[in-house]
């Protein structure tokens, strides 16, 4: 077989070959394609309320809920102050000994109630003894001296002693008078009255012993007489005060303080007793400024009518300056205030699980409160301690949602 020849066989065959693979393609082209597979189905969303929260009863517990009812207050500017409680000093007294003497009996403890004129304690005091002994004797010098101007005048009516003599005697009976009553004078600095007039030595009218009484009625705050002890005038032995009315001293800079009004209603929050909310009233403010503070003392007057309030106890006073305009706004705690999805949000019970999450326009921050503009009326009851946990509840429930 020559060259040529060889050329053209291996043209034909590589022709064949093309020809058969066109075929083979037409044929697949026009096989009809096999069905695609069908995807199952995705299962609908679960329902979610946009508008509530709920939680699981170990969650509850977790949150520890507390609630408050929204406010309809003054929307005059407020301002926040700090201060510390004090006795009402128009009803407080320290009751010490007059002269030193030695405590022998204790008739009231600590926190007891007292009235005015009761005894607290009875005490010894030799200077006592001494006066009261003294007073005896004036007084049995005068009864003489007095029996005696009463024979001379007898018998100076008779003309049997001369007038010289009466007025003599009326002269010592002024002077003896005059020392009875320098005696009793220094009884009664000791707080106790003189003896009557039957007493004597012999039935203790002469005795070293005194009561120290209450001034005033109110509650032993303080007592520091001890049985046996020798007390000092100038320690107080006890110290007693009315806690139905106490002070609230808080202190403002001078440019707040010219704003303050007597006579506003201040509220006040005590951290020793959260949740509790108390009133009280501005009776003074300060006349003099701090040259190391700046600022002026402003009393508030404050009912105790529960007794939990005890002096020394820290607090925070919010109250309006500038002048009262009778204007008045809706205010919730800030704790209840979140911000959810952007807005600002609280949380109201619908029942033990489910808290509604009713949107809310934001106002001014009234030191401790915030103003709600909308969405909220006044008494209605709103989540404090717990809402920022109901927000993260919220906000989880919501991106689960997104996910499906």
Not at 67 to 82: H, I, V
Not at 345 to 359: K, M, Y
Request: contains cysteine; negative net charge; aromatic residues 4%.
């Amino acid at each position: 077989m020559t060259i040529d020849r060889i050329f053209a066989y291996l043209a034909c065959a590589a022709l064949s070959v093309a020809l058969v693979g066109c075929d083979r393609r037409s044929q697949n082209s026009t096989r009809p394609a096999a069905p695609a597979a069908v995807a199952p189905a995705a299962p609908p969303p679960e329902p979610h309320d946009a508008g509530a929260v709920t939680v699981d009863e170990g969650m509850l517990r977790d949150l520890r809920v507390t609630t408050a009812a929204a406010e309809q207050r003054s929307g005059d500017d407020m301002l926040t102050l700090l201060g510390e409680l004090e006795v009402d000093q128009r009803r407080y007294a320290e009751v010490g000994a007059p002269v030193p003497a030695r405590v022998t009996r204790l008739a009231a403890q600590l926190g007891d109630r007292v009235t005015a004129g009761q005894m607290l304690a009875e005490l010894s005091s030799h200077d006592l003894g001494r006066v009261r002994a003294d007073y005896l004797s004036a007084r049995a010098r005068l009864t003489l001296a007095e029996a005696a101007l009463e024979r001379k005048r007898g018998l100076a009516a008779e003309k049997i002693v001369p007038l010289r003599e009466v007025q003599e005697a009326e002269a010592a009976v002024a002077e003896l008078r005059a020392g009875l009553r320098s005696a009793g004078a220094e009884i009664s600095a000791f707080g106790v009255e003189a003896p009557a007039e039957t007493a004597d030595s012999e039935n203790g009218a002469a005795s070293s012993s005194f009561a120290l009484r209450s001034p005033i009625a109110g509650v032993v705050i303080e007592r520091a007489a001890v049985l046996g002890q020798m007390l000092d005038p100038a320690t107080a032995a006890f110290r007693i005060g009315d806690l139905s009315t106490l002070w609230l001293t808080v202190h403002a800079f001078e440019r707040d303080a010219v704003r303050i009004q007597n006579g506003v209603r201040a509220r006040l929050v005590f951290p020793a007793l959260p949740g509790q909310d108390f009133e009280g009233e501005v009776t003074l403010v300060g006349r003099q400024v701090d040259p190391e503070s700046r600022t002026i003392p402003v009393r508030i007057d404050v009912r105790n009518a529960g007794g939990a309030l005890r002096p020394g106890m820290s607090a925070s006073a919010v109250l309006p300056v500038g002048g009262a305009s009778g204007r008045t706004v809706v205010s919730v705690p800030v704790a209840a205030v979140q911000r959810v999805r952007n807005e600002w949000c609280v949380f109201l019970p619908q029942d033990l699980r489910t808290f509604e999450i009713r949107r809310i326009g934001r106002g001014r921050d009234l030191g401790g409160e915030i103003e709600v503009l909308s969405g909220l009326k006044a008494g209605e009851t709103v989540v404090v301690d717990g809402a920022f946990l109901l927000k993260a509840r919220a906000e989880q429930g919501e991106a689960g949602h997104d996910d499906h």
